[in-house]
């Protein structure tokens, strides 16, 4: 089975996690995609492989040496985002794309006019959607380039290389992803989640990040009799909204900047319920906006009254740069050799989100992201080039190799 077959084969799960679920994983569906995938590495003949009552499988590659060489691992998820329907995926492979639009499905374009980012891919052979869900490339694109991987060198008992550990996991899309994952049965010295984005990607910083859960508590009264009595709760959240600043939201925002970003609201009279995420890639300004998001919440209060609106801010991750930098720059070094020897021109850029590797790096895991390859993700507009997928397998292979022999 090459690569290709491996990522269409994971696109007919629909995997979709979903955020206010209390379970692990959080759709019950996620499970039926994991005990394929354990199925599959059993098949492919790795070793120790497991999955766990909340989804988590882990399976290992013997190493072929017998000096003593680091043990490394590779993660990825295999849940998809709750923003897009994942669902009865209809995936489709453009061959040598001419650098035009590519019609999904009847009125809907993937157009270079929009997403630039195609013309770089001129010449590939790009999986895309019909335009009505996502694709999935994020991460199954990941779990593909790893298997992959992992079965090439099985091919290639030449390549030398230590034990090599790896790990799915689910509902990473809503920041659970690192929560259950086992540090110390992983077993390894270092690691790389492969989610990251377009060839050549390699992250380690990521955003600090928070979610804010912000309750307004309104009056009803029929209102026709309201004067003086009515507290309007779906005004009151608009008001709330409004004192956010408008340039710090994500479609104002790049680079190393932060936001706090609305990404959701349910209003009635009596009620109002807006979720927020608050991102920075500076831990100060973390620190800083989450007070702010505090201040809004008690002005609120001095205007209408004790106890109107609540805000319950709750921490998700940090920059994962606080546990690379210093001491564990080889890591990083590793890939840089690794993306030469495999002819991909590297692309170190900080991570506009986040990934499980950030978390893990905090429970004493360093683990940074390397590219997958797919672009445009949680939306109908993703697609994946083959060749971006048969470069980041060769990458985990370079990784492997390398770590053997220059131990």
Same mark, same amino acid.
């Given at each position: 089975?090459?690569?290709?077959?491996?990522?269409?084969?994971?696109?007919?799960?629909?995997?979709?996690?979903?955020?206010?679920?209390?379970?692990?994983?959080?759709?019950?569906?996620? !499970?039926?995609?994991?005990?394929?995938?354990?199925?599959?590495?059993?098949?492919?003949? !790795?070793?120790? =492989?497991? *999955?766990?009552? /909340?989804?988590? %499988?882990?399976?290992? !590659?013997?190493?072929?040496?017998?000096?003593?060489?680091? $043990?490394?691992?590779?993660?990825?998820?295999?849940?998809?985002?709750?923003?897009?329907?994942?669902?009865?995926?209809? #995936?489709?492979?453009?061959?040598?794309?001419?650098?035009?639009?590519?019609?999904?499905?009847?009125? &809907?374009?993937?157009?270079?006019? %929009?997403? +630039?980012?195609?013309?770089?891919?001129?010449?590939?052979?790009?999986?895309?959607?019909?335009?009505?869900?996502?694709?999935?490339?994020?991460?199954?694109?990941?779990?593909?380039?790893?298997?992959?991987?992992?079965?090439?060198?099985?091919?290639? +008992?030449?390549?030398?290389?230590?034990?090599?550990?790896?790990?799915?996991? +689910?509902?990473?899309?809503?920041?659970?992803?690192?929560?259950?994952?086992d540090v110390e049965k992983f077993g390894c010295q270092w690691g790389y989640t492969m989610d990251g984005g377009d060839l050549g990607e390699l992250e380690y910083e990521n955003?600090?990040?928070?979610?804010?859960?912000? $309750? %307004?508590?309104?009056?009803?009264?029929?209102?026709?009799?309201? @004067?003086?009595?009515? =507290?309007?709760?779906?005004?009151?959240?608009?008001?709330?909204?409004?004192?956010?600043?408008?340039?710090?939201?994500?479609?104002?925002?790049?680079?190393?900047?932060?936001?706090?970003?609305?990404?959701? *609201?349910?209003?009635? $009279?009596?009620?109002? @319920?807006?979720?927020?995420?608050?991102?920075?890639?500076?831990?100060?300004?973390?620190?800083?906006? @989450?007070?702010?998001?505090?201040?809004?919440?008690?002005?609120?209060?001095? @205007?209408?009254?004790?106890?109107?609106?609540?805000?319950?801010?709750?921490?998700?991750?940090?920059?994962?740069?606080?546990? %690379?930098? +210093?001491?564990?720059?080889?890591?990083?070094?590793?890939?840089?050799?690794? *993306? /030469?020897?495999?002819?991909?021109?590297?692309?170190?850029? #900080? &991570?506009?989100?986040?990934?499980?590797?950030?978390?893990?790096?905090? /429970?004493?895991? #360093?683990?940074?992201?390397?590219?997958?390859?797919?672009?445009?993700?949680?939306?109908?507009?993703?697609?994946? #080039?083959?060749?971006? *997928?048969?470069?980041?397998?060769?990458?985990?292979? /370079?990784?492997?190799? !390398?770590?053997?022999?220059?131990?």
């Open positions: 089975m090459n690569i290709t077959e491996r990522f269409l084969n994971y696109t007919k799960f629909d995997t979709q996690s979903a955020e206010e679920s209390q379970t692990v994983p959080s759709t019950p569906k996620q !499970l039926l995609f994991a005990n394929y995938l354990k199925e599959e590495l059993e098949r492919e003949g !790795l070793q120790e =492989v497991e *999955m766990d009552e /909340k989804g988590y %499988i882990y399976a290992t !590659l013997p190493a072929n040496v017998e000096d003593s060489v680091p $043990t490394i691992g590779f993660i990825s998820h295999y849940d998809t985002s709750p923003d897009c329907s994942g669902a009865n995926i209809k #995936p489709r492979i453009v061959s040598n794309y001419d650098g035009g639009d590519i019609l999904l499905s009847e009125g &809907i374009l993937l157009s270079p006019a %929009i997403f +630039p980012e195609l013309l770089a891919h001129q010449g590939e052979d790009l999986i895309v959607t019909d335009g009505h869900t996502l694709l999935g490339a994020d991460d199954k694109a990941g779990i593909a380039e790893i298997v992959q991987a992992i079965v090439w060198l099985q091919q290639h +008992p030449e390549v030398k290389h230590g034990k090599i550990r790896v790990a799915f996991n +689910p509902d990473e899309e809503i920041g659970m992803g690192a929560h259950h994952f955003f600090n990040a928070a979610s804010a859960k912000i $309750t %307004i508590k309104g009056v009803s009264v029929h209102p026709g009799y309201a @004067k003086g009595k009515m =507290v309007n709760a779906s005004v009151l959240a608009a008001e709330f909204a409004q004192m956010l600043p408008a340039g710090e939201r994500p479609e104002t925002t790049e680079g190393y900047e932060g936001f706090y970003h609305l990404t959701g *609201m349910q209003t009635n $009279t009596e009620l109002g @319920k807006l979720s927020y995420i608050i991102r920075d890639h500076d831990r100060q300004k973390f620190e800083a906006r @989450k007070c702010f998001v505090k201040a809004c919440a008690d002005r609120m209060n001095e @205007k209408y009254g004790k106890g109107t609106v609540v805000a319950d801010i709750n921490d998700q991750y940090y920059n994962m740069r606080e546990k %690379i930098e +210093p001491d564990n720059m080889h890591v990083i070094d590793l890939v840089l050799r690794a *993306m /030469k020897e495999a002819g991909v021109t590297p692309k170190v850029r #900080p &991570i506009r989100g986040g990934t499980d590797g950030a978390q893990l790096s905090f /429970k004493g895991l #360093p683990c940074p992201n390397i590219f997958a390859g797919g672009l445009n993700f949680h939306g109908p507009f993703e697609f994946v #080039p083959i060749q971006s *997928m048969e470069k980041a397998m060769l990458v985990v292979v /370079k990784i492997c190799e !390398l770590t053997a022999c220059c131990k």
